[in-house]
């Protein structure tokens, strides 16, 4: 059965809200969490919908298109596009704002410290977005972020509440916190390499990491380099996809010699799924050492004197 058919069985019915209802994956414990500096983490549809009830929530939408969100999204959801938090730099494409354009953007958008911040996107192809925001304000040290395990997409299949009015909130002043992602530069990676000290994990889907496609100027992944792509951390539930147990991906990426003993900096073509990678590592099994190469495949293809290796192997 084609997926649209089986998409439009599960929306139909008390049938379908059955399917869509699988068990809810455990999340942050407490309606609303208030442990001062944790660390990002995932959040279960069923969670948010209580805490929503229960008090304040800033909900982030950012999928890409902003007629979807037109359209409908969720109850108190703000839009944000994804491009809007990194800008071209110095003509590199898709480097990070500095710390006062953030602080601005957040303040507009309402953002503080008091409150949880939930993240959404599209779901499963476009998960990137949403750790890629909870990585930067986790740069900040925000204390509650959290990313909608699931996305706008299980939450639909679900037949949970979705509006079309905007919401309305007071601008804040976002906190003077200093900014300091959990990221590595160019200089930081050759380093590593040269000293035998980091684990490079590509991020990208194996096509590209073996330099069969890809839309930079050289095509291939960094010498070294191990490929784990970020969509195998997903598995599908009920016609979404959520991340798997904890301890299936522990054992797959330590598999790969992606352990928690090693000092991995994660990269892609720009930095988003290496977040992915970076949230699934030091968020949900708690790496101690995980960075991101912001710069990316698109800062090493350009650099001709850089090294590139070709095929599935390292």
């Not at 058919?5 to 019915?13: I, K, M, S, V």
């Not at 909900?59 to 037109?70: E, P, Q």
């Not at 509006?163 to 930081?188: C, G, I, K, N």
Request: with cysteine; glycine share 10%.
């Amino acid at each position: 059965m084609k997926w649209r058919q089986l998409t439009a069985l599960c929306l139909l019915g008390s049938a379908a809200l059955a399917c869509a209802r699988s068990t809810s994956r455990p999340g942050p414990a407490g309606p609303l969490p208030e442990a001062a500096g944790r660390l990002p983490g995932i959040v279960s549809t069923e969670e948010l919908a209580r805490w929503q009830a229960e008090g304040r929530v800033d909900l982030l939408d950012v999928r890409t298109d902003v007629f979807t969100y037109l359209r409908d999204h969720l109850p108190g959801a703000t839009f944000l596009h994804p491009e809007t938090i990194r800008a071209s730099q110095g003509g590199l494409p898709t480097r990070l704002l500095d710390a006062a354009s953030y602080r601005t953007l957040f303040g507009r958008l309402g953002l503080s410290f008091d409150r949880p911040v939930v993240i959404y996107s599209a779901g499963e192809t476009h998960n990137i977005d949403a750790t890629f925001l909870a990585w930067v304000l986790a740069g900040f040290g925000h204390p509650r972020v959290y990313v909608l395990d699931g996305g706008y997409f299980k939450w639909q299949l679900e037949q949970r509440p979705v509006v079309q009015p905007y919401p309305r909130y007071e601008e804040t002043t976002f906190p003077d916190a200093p900014f300091r992602p959990e990221q590595a530069s160019l200089a930081e990676v050759q380093a590593g390499l040269r000293e035998g000290t980091v684990l490079l994990v590509d991020a990208r889907p194996p096509d590209q990491y073996a330099g069969e496609a890809g839309a930079q100027m050289r095509r291939g992944h960094i010498p070294g380099a191990v490929n784990h792509y970020w969509q195998g951390d997903l598995e599908r539930e009920g016609f979404g996809y959520v991340w798997k147990p904890a301890d299936r991906l522990r054992a797959e990426y330590a598999a790969q010699g992606i352990t928690p003993d090693r000092d991995i900096i994660a990269y892609c073509n720009s930095a988003t799924e290496a977040s992915h990678v970076h949230f699934t590592l030091r968020y949900l099994l708690g790496y101690p050492k995980v960075r991101v190469y912001v710069g990316s495949w698109t800062e090493w293809a350009e650099r001709g004197e850089l090294p590139v290796a070709r095929g599935a192997g390292r």
